[in-house]
């Protein structure tokens, strides 16, 4: 059964990068057809997807959110990563990541952090 | 971008009753790429539904989804006690991907 398990530090700095990692366990990252996305929820608010990587390292983003955010991929290791420059308290959010099947919604999700940016 | 707006914002029902959920879009959707999630709290969001009518593995046959174009209905046919939770559509057809703001079903 795939599973997806979010880490990374609870506690940004405004201005700082906030980097967090994804662990697939159960199923290859490097599968055909799976892209592997990061998607967010800020307390109290709609869901807001952030960008996903295939395992070439192709990677598309909400243009929303571009000039910040890279995403990357490490075969070697099953896991892909996020980062997110110039935090704001904006960015305070519950960070998921998930798998993309081409042609299918993202499933099945991680159990989510949240990531609080505070001085 | 395509928005998706959910109506209502909250619904307030007993266990045992029908309840029919609203996701509109800003622009036509293929029904390919709408889906719906439940969502309980601090837990992360579980596929019910893709493809606009499909059910996800392991979902009971109470929830169902259907429509087309700009408008897209989840439909639960008998509320459980487990049911009471916040519902997403989402659409993954065009980049970027958007989800609806969601309802939220609380018991009455």
């Known amino acids: 059964q795939l599973q997806l398990q979010e880490s990374g530090p609870g506690l940004a700095k405004p201005s700082e990068t906030l980097s967090l990692t994804c662990t697939v366990s159960?199923?290859?990252?490097?599968?055909?057809?799976?892209?592997w996305g990061w998607i967010r929820q800020p307390p109290g608010k709609a869901l807001e997807w952030i960008g996903s990587?295939?395992?070439?390292?192709?990677?598309y983003y909400n243009p929303s959110l571009k000039s910040r955010v890279t995403i990357s991929v490490d075969t070697s290791k099953n896991q892909f990563s996020l980062k997110l420059s110039s935090v704001t308290a904006a960015d305070t959010a519950v960070y998921y990541c998930a798998r993309q099947i081409v042609g299918s919604p993202p499933h099945p999700w991680g159990q989510g952090t949240l990531v609080t940016v505070s001085s | 971008e395509i928005v998706l707006t959910q109506s209502p914002g909250t619904l307030s029902l007993s266990p045992g009753e029908r309840v029919t959920l609203s996701c509109r879009a800003s622009q036509s959707i293929s029904s390919t790429y709408l889906a719906w999630y439940q969502q309980k709290p601090g837990q992360a969001p579980r596929l019910l539904i893709y493809?606009?009518?499909n059910r996800a593995t392991g979902i009971s046959d109470r929830f169902s989804g259907s429509g087309s174009g700009t408008d897209f209905t989840l439909t639960i046919r008998r509320l459980e006690p487990e049911d009471f939770a916040v519902y997403f559509c989402?659409?993954?057809?065009?980049?970027?991907?958007?989800f609806g703001q969601g309802t939220k079903v609380e018991i009455k």
């Open positions: 159960g199923g290859s990252i490097s599968a055909n057809n799976c892209y």
């Open positions: 493809g606009a009518s």
């Open positions: 990587i295939y395992h070439s390292g192709s990677t």
């Open positions: 989402q659409q993954h057809g065009s980049s970027p991907w958007t």
